[in-house]
């Protein structure tokens, strides 16, 4: 506020730089959205709608079981062999939050990767979430002035998300492991900066491996839910290309 105060920072509206001073002002409550469903348009674009739904599917799918696992380790809920205890329920209500949020006209609500800032502070308990969602609801009050807050002003947090994200590389084990291993571990780590998605870090990361262990003359190791989940990513890059 200060830099714009001083002409630092300078408003452009048609360049998408808006002003940082907080408007108290109450627009009302939109209803545009709620349960706005159109049902007619499914019927005459069948097509893109299975598209647009397996598309969706795939990005929420892989985007929450790639956080879940990110948030666990650093939170430290993994058991002995890497796996998260209730999972099932983790994911259920991840898929619950998604279908509501939907519903009532929202973005996305599902789980955020940004939560390992929590976990890594000591919030380990479903106790954290609730006290996160009352003060979200307290924020709508204040929403004016916490979306003054310019995008750039979080940068040093998101940093430190991905620091918390990077610790974990130390757990891939690069001298014993197979090279389909390390080169698939490698493409999902990097691309997920690349593409600016943690499920297309992930879709590397698994058709690598399976390439990498067809090569490796060891295709009767590879389990049937990845050959599922090789299948899948070839149809939604086909999908996404034609």
């Known amino acids: 506020m200060l830099a714009q105060a001083i002409g630092w920072y300078q408003v ?10 907080p408007r108290f002002q109450m627009s009302g409550i939109k209803m545009d959205y709620l349960f706005a469903f159109d049902f007619q348009w499914i019927g005459a674009h069948i097509f893109e709608f299975i598209v647009i739904v397996f598309s969706f599917l795939y990005v929420d799918i892989f ?28 994911l259920l ?22 939560s390992s800032a929590g976990a890594a502070a000591g919030g380990k308990t479903g106790l954290t979430s609730v006290t996160t969602g009352v003060l979200f ?4 009050i204040f929403s004016p002035l916490f979306l ?14 991905g620091y918390l994200m990077m610790t974990q590389i130390k757990n891939v084990k690069f001298e014993d492991a197979p090279m389909s291993d390390i080169i698939a571990a ?3 780590i990097i691309m997920m900066p690349f593409t600016s998605s943690i499920a297309n870090g992930i879709m590397f990361g698994i058709v690598s491996w399976i390439v990498l262990r067809v090569c490796e003359g060891k295709a009767g190791e590879i389990k049937p839910v990845m050959w599922i989940s090789g299948v899948l990513f070839a149809i939604y890059i086909a999908i996404s290309i034609f």
């Open 12 to 21: 452009d509206v048609e360049a998408g730089v808006y002003s940082v001073y």
């Open 148 to 161: 003054s807050v310019p995008g750039f002003a979080t940068t040093p947090a998101l940093v430190y998300v």
């Open 63 to 90: 985007d929450t079981v790639g956080t879940l696992i990110g948030v666990a380790s650093k939170a430290e809920l993994l058991d002995e062999e890497g796996k998260l205890p209730r999972a099932k329920q983790a």
């Open 137 to 140: 609801f307290v924020a709508l």
């Open 93 to 114: 209500s991840d898929a619950i939050g998604t279908c509501v949020g939907a519903c009532l006209g929202t973005s996305t609500v599902t789980s955020y990767v940004e």
């Open 186 to 188: 490698f493409l999902a």
